[in-house]
Structure formats: structure tokens, C-alpha cells
């Protein structure tokens, strides 16, 4: 067999994401059908810098759940005289297989490896930035609404954290002595309760009056949360459902670290904003609870300004990923993540260019798509 020409491995590469394509027009359709029920989401279709944003994530997200279809072979797989071979070369011994965009330096296809790690960055990045926003949140609007010494309190623990240099604090969490110490297992255990306090004050808040339907809901919650806390922060689910690799969870833990302070500080100055509004000492004059007030007055007014730093999050996150993994302390040397990928590559980078350039697109256009959709957003959210 040939090596493919440069338009035959761009039609084969089209070829390889079709599922992709489906999933895109499918979304695309449907969502511009009903944009003018879809609030925020469906005035998206109105920019379009937003669109274009939107794309490049659905894209990924789209090429990450159908990644097992997408590869055109293992991504750990290394095949005997692949070594650094150019896009579109033949693979030995397989008739109609190639390495579309050649191989790496161990011989495995770059490929495969690409697609593969999509689905390694977009399960960690939105997942920490999620788990982020509810210890921000569920910290924040106390601190905002109530004031006093509890918001000089958590303020100045927030201000401790962020007067570390991002990047260093990232380096020093994931380092093999941190790690040994004990403490992204401590932190795991305070940081992913969180999300269990905020579903129980939010279901609280809001069906105190309906107690039947709130034991539902809450023992929904604690038993559901108390099962997927047990086994993500200390791996012991018996059942195995729950599990983080304790590389992953070192990550996981130090990403949403970093990101709560900023989140924090985000939502208590919108909090001590809009508690002035109008609707607010309406809630009040009801009789409303506190928390009542926080999570169904105050938060849902906050929604423009959170989703765009969510959106902006997210890429924040993508982009100190890839800088562990291309300093080696991601996840493991075999990992097909984009910046574990692209620090192999960038070693032949003068003589073999192809290992590393297709990771580092990725990883570009992927947070260019968050930057993209946090500005449509925010520009649709500023016309409310």
C-alpha cells in the first residue's frame, strides 16, 4: 500500500467522525426548533460568536462519547515499524488500516491518541469546575447574605489560597510528596461534601412545607451522595460504581481547590449585590427563610454572570491540565491526555512535528469554543 495523500487522509478523517457529524446537525436542529423555549441557551442562536463556541464544545463533547467508534486503533497499541511515520502512512500487516496523522515515538497512532484524549480532558475539567461552583456557591451566598464575621472569616481563607501563584500551588498539590503526606485525601474528604450540603439545603429550602416529598428528596440525596462520596474521595464502594484512580483524584481534588476561592469570591459579591433588589425584601416581608432566599431569590438572578465563568472555567482548567501533563505531573506517562501528548511530542518536535501538532489544535480549539460561547453568553445575558 501507498501513503495517502493530503486530501485522502482529510477525507478519511471527515469520514472517521461521522457519528460526530449526526450528533451535531441532530443537536443543532432540535435546539434552533425550540431555541425561543430554551431561555439562555435558545438566544445563543442570535450570535454568532456564540454559535461558533458552541460548535467547537459539541464538537469535542460529541467526539469524546463516541471516541470508541472515532479511533482507528488502540491508542496504547504500538505496531513494529510505526515509529515516528508520517500522516497517512500504511500500517505493516493490515490491509486498509493507516496512521492518518502518523505516529508517535513509540509507535502508536496520533490519531487515536487525539480522540482518546478528548474524552480524559472533558471528564475532569466540567466535572472539577462543577464540583468548584458548589463549594463556592453553597460558601459564598452565606458569606454575602449574612456579612459579618463569617464573611470576614471565609474571605480571608479565600485570599490565603489565592495569594499562591496558580500554577505553583497546582505543582506543589500533585507532587509525589504531597501526595504521600495524605493531604489531597483529607482535602477530597472536606471538598466533596459539598455538593451533598448544597442539594440538602437546596431541597430543604424549598419543600419544608412539604415534609413527605422532602424525606424523598432527601434520602434520595444523602444515600445516592453519602454511596458516590465514600467511593470517589476514599474508594470504598463496594460495589466498584464509584471509583477515582488516586493519580486522577490528586488532579481532580486540585483543580477544584484552586477554582473554589474565585468562585467564591464571584458569588458573594453578586450575592451582596442583588440581596439590595427590591424582590429580595419582598421574600423577606413573606417570611421567607434565609436560605430560601439565597438559593431560589439570589442565585437564580445570578445565573448570566455564573454560566459565563463556568464556560470560562472550564477552559481555565483544560489549559492547567495540559500544563501538568506537559510537565509530567498529570495523569500516567501512558495517558493519551493532550498535554502528556504533546510534551512527548515536542522532544522530536524539529525533525517530527506531526506527534505534537494535532493535541496541541485540539487543546486550542477547544478552549477557544468556551471563550467563544462564555462571550455569546454574556452578551445575551446583558440584554435581560
Known amino acids: 500500500m501507498e501513503r495517502l495523500t493530503g486530501t485522502e487522509i482529510f477525507v478519511r478523517i471527515l469520514q472517521q467522525f461521522t457519528p460526530v457529524w449526526i450528533g451535531l446537525a441532530v443537536i443543532l436542529f432540535i435546539s434552533w426548533i425550540f431555541r425561543r423555549k430554551l431561555g439562555l441557551y435558545g438566544r445563543l442562536f ?12 459539541l464538537f469535542w463533547a460529541l467526539t469524546a462519547l463516541f471516541a470508541d467508534s472515532i479511533v482507528t486503533a488502540d491508542h ?17 500487516g493490515q490491509e486498509g488500516a493507516y496512521y492518518l496523522l502518523g505516529g508517535d515515538n513509540l509507535a502508536r497512532d ?47 481563607l479565600a ?29 477530597a474528604g472536606v471538598l466533596f461534601l459539598f455538593p451533598i450540603i448544597f442539594f440538602i439545603m437546596l431541597f430543604s ?19 445516592l451522595g453519602g454511596w458516590a462520596y465514600t467511593g470517589l474521595a476514599f474508594n470504598a464502594d463496594p460495589l466498584n460504581v464509584f471509583y477515582m484512580d488516586p493519580n486522577l483524584l490528586n488532579i481532580f481534588v486540585s483543580v477544584v481547590f484552586v477554582n473554589s476561592p474565585t468562585v467564591f469570591r464571584i458569588v458573594r459579591g453578586l450575592t451582596i449585590d442583588i440581596k439590595t433588589r427590591d ?3 419582598a421574600a423577606q416581608t413573606r417570611g421567607e427563610r434565609p436560605w430560601y ?65 494535532p493535541p496541541t489544535i485540539a487543546l486550542m480549539t477547544l478552549v477557544l469554543g468556551l471563550n467563544l460561547l462564555a462571550d455569546g453568553l454574556r452578551e445575551e445575558s446583558l440584554k435581560d
Not at 46 to 57: A, K, N
Not at 205 to 210: N, P
Not at 335 to 357: C, F, M
Open 110 to 156: 496520533v490519531f487515536s491518541r487525539m480522540v482518546m484524549g478528548s474524552r480524559i480532558v472533558l471528564a475532569i475539567a466540567p466535572a472539577a469546575t462543577l464540583f468548584a461552583f458548589m463549594v463556592g456557591i453553597t460558601l459564598g451566598l452565606p458569606a454575602g447574605f449574612y456579612g459579618g464575621k463569617l464573611d470576614t472569616g471565609l474571605s480571608f
Open 159 to 187: 485570599n490565603l489560597v489565592l495569594a499562591f501563584p496558580v500554577i505553583l500551588l497546582f505543582f506543589l498539590l500533585v507532587t509525589p510528596e504531597i501526595r504521600s503526606t495524605g493531604v489531597p485525601l483529607a482535602l
Open 293 to 357: 432566599i439565597m438559593l431560589w431569590e439570589v442565585l437564580p438572578n445570578a445565573r448570566g454572570p455564573l454560566i459565563v465563568d463556568f464556560c470560562l472555567r472550564i477552559g481555565y482548567t483544560t489549559i492547567l491540565l495540559g500544563t501538568l501533563g506537559f510537565f509530567g505531573l498529570g495523569l500516567t506517562p501512558e495517558s493519551p491526555d493532550w498535554g502528556n501528548t504533546i510534551n512527548e511530542g515536542r522532544k522530536l518536535l524539529q525533525v517530527y512535528p506531526h506527534p505534537a501538532l
Open 279 to 281: 424582590y429580595v425584601a
Open 46 to 57: 442570535s450570535s454568532p460568536i456564540g454559535i461558533v463556541g458552541l460548535i467547537l464544545i
Open 76 to 92: 496504547l497499541s504500538q505496531i513494529s515499524g510505526m515509529k515516528n511515520k508520517l500522516p497517512g502512512w500504511p500500517v505493516k
Open 205 to 223: 429550602s424549598r419543600y419544608r412545607e412539604r415534609p413527605a416529598l422532602l424525606a424523598v428528596l432527601l434520602t434520595i440525596t444523602i444515600v
